[in-house]
């Protein structure tokens, strides 16, 4: 049984690229943070006992500061693939947090990278790199574009892919960074801006809000649906030498567009609900993020099927269940097409997760 380790397992694509492993007979062990209070809400569906003799999933407390707790943990469970989602993961946060931000997402992962060197094992490593490394960087971005970061999180991020980079070739590791652009579903943490408004459009629909407070609506994000791209970071390990993937939908519409969108699905104009609020502006701005994919679809025969205007019902239908309301079909119609193996409608999941996701994930 091929065994994997993912960092960041409690989060919206760590519990993904669980089920997902589960679902291709891994044993998956996963790293989760201590809290005073249970932090495992998108896994809750898949937890196993660990005294059951048949169970395939286990959890190990631990933190990404401590690098001798990591070390201990790589080598006792001596796992064949290591998934690497643990960060600090909003990015305006890391302008309020940027040491702490540094500390976890940069140097965490180095702590992870040492681990594997001192432990001596075999594993492949899979680092969780981000498209806001790119910073204002010209559009499309591919592998060869380069990074021009703008905040905490996308500086912290770019040390985090060279040092993957660097362990590869001091150490001969196989280690590879996916540079993931926005990838979004109904476990999206609420603070972050597409789950923001797909449950702001639920919440205003069912009379439980009456407004949603965003920030800059002109730039540009690539959005992709987070199931998909977990599939695709197990392609990367599974290739026959490791590389560097840029991992998009190639369509970049403006933050405006997907709010109208959002909203007009649910039959709503998006202008009588939408108030702009300077609090939500970052310091410095990234204003158009757009993959060429092109690499992924010719190394790896990834084609991503949805993009943003099938990405939006599913979120929104999922958050109108979630607020007691009739969805209007087309979301679990989407997923019904694309996903007929592992993955399923995700409602039963999200109804617990509504204050899920600002720590780190």
């Given at each position: ?121 075999k594993t492949r490593f899979y680092q969780a790199s981000s498209s806001e490394m790119f910073g204002n960087a010209a559009p499309p971005q591919s592998e060869a574009t380069v990074f021009e970061p703008r905040s905490p999180y996308a500086i912290a991020k770019v040390y ?171 979301g679990l119609k989407i997923v019904n097409e694309h996903f007929d193996d592992w993955h399923r409608w995700d409602t039963g999941v999200t109804a617990v997760i509504q ?7």
């Amino acid at each position: 049984m091929t065994k994997a380790l993912i960092t960041g397992i409690t989060g919206q694509d760590g519990s993904y690229l669980a089920e997902l492993l589960l679902h291709k007979g891994y044993e998956v062990h996963g790293l989760i943070r201590i809290t005073s209070s249970f932090n495992t809400e998108r896994i809750d569906h898949i937890y196993q006992d660990p005294h059951d003799p048949g169970a395939s999933l286990f959890l190990h407390y631990g933190n990404l500061s401590n690098g001798e707790q990591l070390t201990n943990m790589v080598y006792n469970v001596r796992p064949d693939e290591i998934y690497h989602m643990g960060a600090q993961s909003h990015v305006k946060v890391s302008f309020d947090m940027p040491a702490y931000t540094g500390n976890v997402t940069g140097l965490g992962t180095t702590r992870i990278l040492e681990a594997i060197r001192r432990s001596e094992i075999k594993t492949r490593f899979y680092q969780a790199s981000s498209s806001e490394m790119f910073g204002n960087a010209a559009p499309p971005q591919s592998e060869a574009t380069v990074f021009e970061p703008r905040s905490p999180y996308a500086i912290a991020k770019v040390y985090a892919y060279w040092m993957t980079v660097n362990y590869r070739e001091a150490y001969d590791m196989f280690a590879a960074n996916g540079i993931l652009f926005n990838h979004e579903s109904p476990r999206r943490g609420p603070t972050f801006l597409t789950r923001k408004v797909t449950r702001a459009v639920a919440r205003i629909k069912a009379g439980l809000q009456e407004k949603v407070y965003l920030g800059n609506l002109d730039s540009r994000r690539d959005y992709g649906y987070t199931p998909e791209y977990v599939e695709v970071m197990w392609q990367i390990l599974q290739q026959d030498q490791p590389d560097d993937f840029v991992i998009g939908t190639g369509v970049a519409p403006t933050i405006r567009e997907f709010v109208e969108e959002a909203f007009a699905y649910a039959g709503m104009d998006w202008q009588e609900y939408v108030e702009i609020d300077p609090r939500y502006f970052r310091p410095t701005e990234v204003d158009y993020l757009h993959a060429d994919p092109s690499k992924a679809r010719s190394q790896l025969g990834w084609e991503p099927q949805i993009t943003y205007k099938k990405l939006i019902p599913i979120m929104v239908d999922a958050d109108l269940e979630t607020v007691g309301l009739e969805p209007i079909g087309e979301g679990l119609k989407i997923v019904n097409e694309h996903f007929d193996d592992w993955h399923r409608w995700d409602t039963g999941v999200t109804a617990v997760i509504q204050n899920a996701g600002n720590g780190v994930d």
